[in-house]
């Protein structure tokens, strides 16, 4: 049973940083692709971005390019969303999930691709 836990929301202003930390255990990490998926408040659940299990390619929404970057660190069990430029818009929880399919090679924002999630952190920006 995989278990994902993910660190570093926070309060931030408008215009500034913040990396967020995904930990994974209970599978083999490095075998399979990674997403980001966020919830704002009354909103559903948005796709982010997304990387292989290779980490040599990524897929971001449009709503955040330029401004987040994922990686991965196959050693440490952990996937990354550097954020900048963050903006009000950009406040929700913030969940990592793990894709269904062994060693994916293809890139996908459809949830139902990933059957394992954390519980998320919670990134407030304000104006």
């Known amino acids: 049973q995989v278990q994902l836990v993910e660190s570093g929301g926070q309060l931030v202003q408008a215009g500034g940083s913040l990396r967020l930390s995904c930990a994974a255990s209970?599978?083999?990490?490095?075998?399979?692709?990674m997403g980001w998926f966020r919830q704002g408040p009354g909103k559903e659940r948005q796709f982010v971005s997304a990387?292989?299990?290779?980490?040599?390619?990524?897929k971001y929404a449009d709503f955040v390019k330029g401004r987040f970057t994922i990686s991965r660190d196959n050693a440490k069990n952990t996937v990354y969303l550097q954020m900048s430029s963050l903006k009000p818009e950009d406040t929700a929880v913030y969940l990592c999930?793990?894709?269904?399919?062994?060693?994916?090679?293809?890139?996908?924002?459809?949830?139902?691709?990933?059957?394992?999630w954390g519980q998320g952190t919670q990134v407030t920006v304000s104006s």
């Open positions: 999930a793990v894709a269904r399919v062994f060693r994916r090679a293809t890139l996908t924002s459809d949830p139902d691709e990933y059957d394992a």
């Open positions: 990387i292989t299990w290779r980490g040599d390619s990524t």
């Open positions: 209970g599978r083999t990490f490095s075998d399979y692709g």
